[in-house]
């Protein structure tokens, strides 16, 4: 069959509209499963995912897609089947259509759907224990013709480079606003704030930028389907009882943040059910019940939103962390038990009594808390021995936004983001000799923070003179900067930088700001790790130090 | 004819596509980025866009530097940017003769 221009088109479009509602059917089906042996199966949850297969086949076949429409049609079936109350949503047929679904996407690319049709129809005649009675009035139904529940109400998909330019704009337009307002002032010696017009302009704008930020904000849920997918199908596997439960999944995040805390999330889940929580016999024997809980909460406070994933598993044990990090040379003497419990963040170290495929080898609790660090969020952990874990990812609500505080160095503003600055400092010498600053007890290297930007022509890590020394913590270190002059705090809309340039490991990106300025944002973490590479400094900073129990 | 913006790299004669270019900006006033190679200028502001310079005769492998009287702002795949020069900038048709090596955007900045 010859594959048109025009075909193609209308196959990508299908394969778009495919995804949502293949992701919709992946957790109908999951859901299916949840409420089996519960209360009585979602009348409505079943008739939605029919309407889903129902509209995959029909539109497979306009665009000639054969093998699709044969699956989609398979699929229809089971439904059919669970509709009419002749099939109960057993585990064996949820896993038949959650593997349909998952193989779906190769189908259009040609795969052949002959095994999963095979599969479907084996699950449907696989004898069942118990046969849950629908209502009656689902029996002998055709596809409900009046949907009774839309997933999706009043949504419309916009391509992602749109909205950035929406923002873009919004943002230059209140830039805008304001430099008219300055020329104003200069040219036409006119106060622009006593004309009613231009402050009623000016508020606009200013709600334009907001909404145009808003607009990059989705529900935590909207991520969340492979987590839940994960722990049902990892449990399964290691022989676990495990439920999923989500709290507070309306909970609006950047949708760029919450992108990245999607593999950080998986990795987290995948510890808790592999090694966190229990058989179901010793569950028993602990005096707990055999399923055990693996719990998301999602909430904002103020501007981050906290994603608190709990299980009800053994817990982490500190001594054998402990034991771990001293092995490995790491300094644990008069650890506090919540920082011993965030050496679990340290690279190489597992607790883990057995290297599974899945988790065990010390490799990623630290990627989580590197990716918590590149989204100017941390990461923290709470355990309890016998009762549990908690991790909390503490994120920003948007990228978009920062609060920063702002400084001089060689002649230059920067902003560095505030959640990293621990405390300024007044710029007296060091009394040991050495170029360092004393904070909470602890000696930490100080260098002029033109230095290790490369602004000053004669670098030296010498950080005499000087207005403050801002002392900045990448999570895991602590580090003093001299600048000339701090400029005070305040929001900085924050935009990465282009990609024809190199990457600048300790910028973060830059702000245009309403003069026409160009403010830089800069990154604490890349930011120290300059500084460390400083002639002079190196040596110093080869001293140990130890691990916060805030790992931002 | 295919017409191209001839401008002096660093004292060297170099042209652009006219297709490859957006716009000349007068006296461009780039913020100094931290830790960027010779060949960033920094950024400047483009109607709220921060927008990088380039100075062209590193990336060229031509002695000295560029003058920063123009930004000639040209567009590629992965955005836009702008290559600094001390002008004139003049726009030629593309004759082949004296017209000088025309640059490879994509090429030059990717």
Known sequence: ??????????????????????????????????????????????????????????????????????????????????????????????????????????????????????????????PQERVVALPEVWRGSAVPAVPRRDPEPDIVRV???????????????????????????DRADVDAGQIGEFRQLAQLLGELQEQAVRTRMVPVASVLEPVRRTVRDLARAVG????????????????????????PLLHLVR???????????????????????VELTARQRGPEVVLALR??????????????AGARGLDTAGLSPADAVSLVFTSGLSTAAAVTALSGRGVGLDVVSAVLRRVRGRVEVRSRRGEGTEFRLVVPLTLAVLPCLLAEAAGQRVAVPLQAVVTALPPASSPYGWDTVRVDGR????????????????????????????????????????????????????????????????????????DGSILVVLDPGGLVDRAERLPGLADHTQSRQRPSNRTS | MPRALVFPVAGTAAAVPLAAAREVVVDPVATPLPTAPPSVLGLFD??????????????????????RGYAVVVACAAGIAGLATEGPVDLVPLTGGDTPAVLEVEVLLG
């Not at chain 1, 337009?173 to 307002?181: G, K, P, W, Y």
Request: hydrophobic content about 45%.
């Open chain 1, 159 to 185: 391509p992602r480079r749109r909205l950035d330019a929406l923002s873009r704009l919004a943002e230059a337009s209140a830039a805008a606003q304001q430099r008219l307002a300055r020329a104003l002032a």
């Open chain 1, 443 to 514: 000696m930490l290297p100080r260098c002029a923070l033109a230095a290790a930007l490369g602004l000053d022509p004669a670098p030296t890590p010498a950080a005499g003179g000087g207005a403050a020394a801002l002392v900045l913590s990448d999570g895991a270190r602590r580090h003093a900067f001299t600048v000339d002059r701090l400029a005070g705090t305040r929001d900085v809309v924050v935009r990465g930088l282009s990609p024809l340039l190199p990457r600048l490991p300790a910028v973060a990106g830059a702000s245009v700001e309403p």
């Open chain 1, 311 to 324: 299980h009800d598993g053994r817990g982490i044990d500190i001594e054998r962390v402990l034991v771990e």
């Open chain 1, 1 to 126: 069959m010859t594959v048109t221009g025009r075909d193609e088109r209308f196959r990508r479009l299908y394969a778009e509209e495919a995804v949502h509602r293949l992701s919709r059917l992946s957790s109908g089906a999951l859901e299916l499963e949840s409420a089996r042996g519960g209360g009585p199966v979602d009348a409505e949850l079943v008739d939605a995912m029919f309407r889903d297969a129902h509209s995959l086949k029909g539109g497979a076949a306009v665009v000639g897609l054969d093998e699709a429409s044969r699956v989609a049609h398979a699929l229809e079936d089971v439904l059919e089947a669970l509709r009419s109350g002749i099939k109960a949503p057993t585990a064996g047929l949820v896993d038949a259509l959650l593997e349909a679904v998952d193989a779906f996407p190769a189908l259009l690319d040609g795969a052949d759907g002959a095994g999963i049709v095979a599969r479907l129809v084996a699950a449907l005649d696989e």
């Open chain 2, 46 to 67: 483009l109607r709220g866009e921060s927008v990088p310079l380039f100075d062209g005769a590193p990336l060229l492998r031509l002695p000295g530097r560029s003058g």
């Open chain 1, 271 to 293: 510890n808790a059910v592999d090694h966190g929580l229990e058989h179901p016999d010793e569950r028993r024997g602990a005096g707990k019940p055999p399923v055990g809980t």
């Open chain 1, 240 to 263: 676990k009882h495990a439920r999923w439960e989500l709290r507070g999944g309306e909970t609006e995040l950047d949708r760029g943040v919450l992108e990245q805390l999607a593999d």
